[in-house]
């Protein structure tokens, strides 16, 4: 499973925008569809568990594990 760092890469990567930092890092991107699409990272250093990253990966980022590889 990723850590929170290869998530934030991903997101920096891909072209997503962080518009705020507090105890997390919040991202969108838009996309040329105009629908919106939002994370949260948090500024953790640790290993995501596995059905949360399922979950984030499936209905936050909607991508592949193949896509987010690439992209880190």
């Keep these: 499973m990723p850590k929170w760092k290869e ?3 991903f997101c920096d990567n891909d072209g997503w925008i962080c518009y705020k930092k507090t105890d997390h890092y919040y991202y ?5 569809n105009g629908d919106i699409l939002l994370t949260k990272i948090s ?9 949360l990253w399922q979950e984030i990966r ?9 896509y987010f590889n ?3």
């Excluded at 969108?28 to 040329?32: A, H, N, P, T, V």
């Excluded at 499936?58 to 193949?66: A, D, G, I, P, S």
């Design 58 to 66: 499936n209905r936050q980022l909607k991508v592949t594990q193949e």
């Design 43 to 51: 500024m953790g250093s640790g290993e995501i568990s596995k059905y």
């Design 70 to 72: 690439s992209k880190i």
């Design 7 to 9: 998530l934030k890469r």
């Design 28 to 32: 969108r991107k838009i996309l040329e």
